[in-house]
Each structure stands twice: as C-alpha cells, then as structure tokens.
Nanobody, 125 residues
Framework: EVQLVESGGGSVQAGGSLKLSCTYSGYTSFIDCMGWFRQAPGQERAAVAAHYTGTATTYVADSVKGRFTISQDNAKNTVNLQTNSLKPEDTAMYYC???????????????????WGQGTQVTVS
C-alpha cells in the first residue's frame, strides 16, 4: 500500500503564495507518476500538475501554467506544489495522487491514479 499525506494549505490573499507538500510512504518503489488535483465545491476534480518520478518530466494544467510548479524532493519523500500569484478561483481542496505503470494514460487525467491523499484546503480571498 501507498500512503499520501498533504500539508501546507491555508488561507491567503490574492497574489500570495503557498507551498503544498505531499509526503509519500509505504510500498512506493513501483510508483512512476505523482500528481496534484483540486476540487472546488460543486465542481469536478481537475488536474493541476503531474510529475514522472523517473524522468522528472512535469506537466502543468493550462489554468495554472506560469504560476504553479511541481517538484520532487527524494530526500524528504515529498512531491511539492509551489503555488504563486494565487487567485480567488484557485480556492479548492488540493489532493495528491500516485500511480504506477499498471495504469497508463494522460498524467493529467484523474483516472490514471490509484492512490489519493485526504486533501489540504487552499482558500484565496
């Protein structure tokens, strides 16, 4: 099993920044891709960014491109999402996800992912 725990959410004013972290543990050696998704009340879960652990290739959704950056810290077993220039429309619950090569497909598609964290709330006013 794989465990994912998000942290770093909070309330900020528009234009501010937050660094979200996803700490992963358990049987993670087969994980090849990790992603961040978000879901606002009444809306579907949407992709934010994804990161292939082996190649360090990243993907960022158009809605946050130029403002959000995904990265991995192997020493701390974390995948981080740096969010800058936050807007009120970025308000959502942010989820970390992980998957293996067993599931192929678009890294920005939630169906690609098997393991999910509980989420961390980001509120921008």
């Amino acid at each position: 099993e794989v465990q994912l725990v998000e942290s770093g959410g909070g309330s900020v004013q528009a234009g501010g920044s937050l660094k979200l972290s996803c700490t992963y543990s358990g049987y993670t050696s087969f994980i090849d891709c990790m992603g961040w998704f978000r879901q606002a009340p009444g809306q579907e879960r949407a992709a934010v960014a994804a990161h292939y652990t082996g190649t360090a290739t990243t993907y960022v959704a158009d809605s946050v491109k130029g403002r959000f950056t995904i990265s991995q810290d192997n020493a701390k077993n974390t995948v981080n999402l740096q969010t800058n220039s936050l807007k009120p429309e970025d308000t959502a619950m942010y989820y970390c996800a992980a998957t293996s090569p067993v599931k192929l497909g678009d890294p920005l598609n939630s169906r690609r992912y098997t393991y999910w964290g509980q989420g961390t709330q980001v509120t921008v006013s």
